[in-house]
């Protein structure tokens, strides 16, 4: 069996479910009878993974203590060869020790930190530098480093075209799963003040504001309330089609995480900052690779970070040439295998690793059987 352990939630949003839903879908297609279930320690995020069509088991445990759900673990990996695939912030090495040695583990990593697994995975922008760092550690066996690896929801793995348009009409804003901090308020608030000083759109008529309400935002009903009632200002909930919209619009500015990735499929020109620490690396090595502004750290630098992110949108709404070069810049980094990428290493693993176990009847071996 292949297993996959993720949260998502108000506190840490959605991006670590999302992105396994989509190495799931990946290993669905090349394994029809290897469905991956995924392993989920409340029922925040089950509704939106069973609509994917994977079974969920809810452990009812504390995502914060992932120590504390190990003698479930220890049940439920059964087989003692099953595939187990970890993305979480809340995993430490003592908890990939001692999983490691009930399945064969693959985690997702953002931060550096090398653990001991069979297959560690970090597809952001900057992880080719920390190569060195995690032979140094010599934990993980194996490693698939950089952004071939970025695994991208099959919905902007094809139908990709985008033109980038004479005059900016509609700038997008997301925060990505959750807000926290507040930050499209700020933005918004902000982009509306700096109006009069933006290029106008066609005929003179103002910018289109769409906002994207994640899922666990907890400002959302603030949001409406103060901006609700612009007819410029679109207020998105429970949003189905993110690509059409990103599509539609100009300029986004974003959160950087997965939604940065998708956007860079595109080549939508874009605007990014960041919330926490481990967002940080890849806003830094997305402006030192292409031309786009690193707005900064919303949280820590908030009146600062807004002040770039207008500075930015100006010159995005006064300079096409800009928003030329930012498209082309950003379709080079992506290019949409990197979900089937990884579902593909992880089956090798398996297969390198001999995984096999003995199906018994009545105490006498029938078979050997190998994912």
Known sequence: MFYIRADGNTQIGMGHVMRCLSIAE???DLEKTCRPVFLVADEDCRGMIAE???????????????MSELSQLENILVRERDLLLVDSYQADASYFAAVSRIAVTVCLEDMGKAYPV?????YNLYAPKLAKQYQINAKPLDTLLGASFVPLRRLFQTDNAYDVRDKVTDVMITTGGSDPYFAAGAFLTAFLAAEETFCRGHDNHPVTWHIVSGPFNAFATELKERFGGRDNVVIYEGLKDLKALMKRCDVVVTATGSTVYEICALGVPMIAFYFAENQRQGAQ???????????GCFCTDRDATVERAVEALKRCICDREYRVLLNRQERRLVDGKGAERIAGRIFQLSRENSLEWRLTNGGEERATIKL
């Not at 994917?52 to 992932?66: A, N, Q, S």
């Not at 069979?118 to 970090?122: A, D, P, Q, R, T």
């Not at 090595?285 to 707005?295: G, M, R």
């Open 52 to 66: 994917r069509g994977f079974r969920v088991i809810v452990l009812h445990t504390d995502f914060k203590d992932m």
């Open 26 to 28: 990946a290993a669905a």
């Open 285 to 295: 090595e997305l402006a030192l690779l292409t031309e786009i502004v690193n707005a």
């Open 118 to 122: 069979n297959l560690l995975i970090n």
